[in-house]
């Protein structure tokens, strides 16, 4: 009995030119969003040895530097970091025969990476699952309703027919990245493909449980204890709405020796609380205020982010900036939210 199917939601034209472009370049250059998360950076590094079992020269570059606790997936320490050489970067991106986007919609979510990304003459593919793909590829996979650009990647491998000659590198960083973007598969994830494709990846021996423990069980005491600080002392709840907000200044964040990803994932823990549907999560980083969103139900906390903080994002998560200052940031999350009290009550009336 093979009850496994994978259905051919990519457009198998467009999985032929992709394998077409791929065969007539040989300078290939993978890139992703600012901040890579695990999906970012699972999708990239799956494509990334899969590019180079064929033999091509790949490189990997991404805006900024990742969390530690995504340092143990192979090729990790192969990747290039744009801000620590842009020159080097620049460089790379113009001779490139072919760029892939994975992960982002549009070239602004590479940040200070974007112009020399839309000035290359190189041949663009995206892939991504978030919504309103830009103009500038030349191919563009654009899933919204698949969660994760992770499994997008394995679907277009399978569809390729390449499903057998998966090693084990690519499968450890494709599941990474399917299960960072679904929380372990706690949200986004009702599709049964997902455990189809899952099973498929155990298929090739990876070990699903020690990729938990690699990623969740990975923090610092610092990380830890910052976590417990902002749970009891920077965490405001608004029953009525049905939400919550928890913010960190950048004392705060010095307090606690803060380093990259320490915070990744707080803003997921207010949704653990009875009746709160929507999470905020505002913290001052260098220059500019960084927020992130989560929901649940239909409440659109991607509208939210672009209404108010130009960002964007899925529905049940997104994120947003703010140049000024934090209590600025504050207030208008705290005026948004007047503003949205109909959708919120009307997204919890639906429980
Ligand atoms: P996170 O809160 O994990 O940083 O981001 C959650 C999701 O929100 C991301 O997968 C991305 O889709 C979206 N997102 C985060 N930050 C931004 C932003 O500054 N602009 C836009 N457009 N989307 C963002
Ligand atoms: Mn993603």
Redesign the pocket.
């Known amino acids: 009995m093979n009850l496994t199917t994978v259905t051919e939601l990519i457009q198998p034209a467009k999985v032929a030119a992709i394998m077409d472009a791929v065969e007539r370049s040989e300078q290939i250059v993978i890139t992703t969003?600012l901040?890579p998360?695990g999906?970012a950076l699972g999708s990239s590094l799956a494509l990334y040895h899969y590019l180079k079992g064929k033999g091509k020269q790949v490189r990997m570059i991404v805006p900024n530097t990742f969390p530690y606790f995504l340092r143990w997936m192979k090729g990790a320490s192969e990747v290039e970091i744009y801000e620590y050489n842009p020159s080097a970067a620049k460089k790379i991106l113009y001779h490139a025969d072919l760029i892939f986007a994975l992960?982002y919609n549009i070239p602004k979510?590479t940040g200070d990476m974007a112009p020399a990304l839309e000035s290359s003459p190189a041949k663009k593919i995206l892939i991504d699952h978030?919504l309103s793909p830009g103009d500038i590829f030349d191919i563009t996979i654009s899933l919204p309703e698949i969660s994760s650009t992770s499994e997008l990647i394995f679907r277009l491998l399978f569809q390729a027919g390449k499903y057998d000659e998966l090693n084990l590198a690519e499968a450890e960083c494709i599941y990474c990245g399917m299960m960072t973007?679904t929380g372990g598969f706690t949200f986004n994830s009702n599709d049964p493909e997902i455990f189809e494709i899952i099973s498929l990846l155990l298929r090739k021996k990876i070990d699903k449980d020690a990729i938990y423990s690699h990623v969740y069980h990975n923090y610092s005491e610092a990380r830890f204890r910052l976590l417990g600080f902002t749970l009891s002392q920077r965490l405001d709840i608004y029953p009525d709405l049905h939400a919550a907000l928890i913010y960190l200044s950048k004392e705060d964040q010095a307090h606690f020796r803060f380093s990259k990803g320490d915070t990744?994932g707080f803003?997921n823990y207010p949704l653990s609380i009875k009746d709160i549907i929507f999470s905020t999560?505002i913290r001052e980083d260098d220059g500019l205020i960084?927020i992130?969103?989560?929901s649940q139900l239909s409440f659109p906390c991607?509208e939210f982010?672009?209404e108010f903080?130009?960002?964007?994002?899925?529905l049940n998560?997104?994120?947003?900036?703010y140049y000024g200052t934090f209590e600025e940031a504050l207030r208008i999350y705290a005026d948004g939210l007047k503003a949205y009290e109909g959708k919120l009550k009307q997204a919890i009336n639906q429980l």
């Open positions: 969003h901040s998360d999906d992960d979510r978030h973007d990744e803003v999560f960084k992130s969103f989560r991607n982010a672009a903080f130009n960002g964007g994002g899925h998560a997104s994120g947003g900036e």
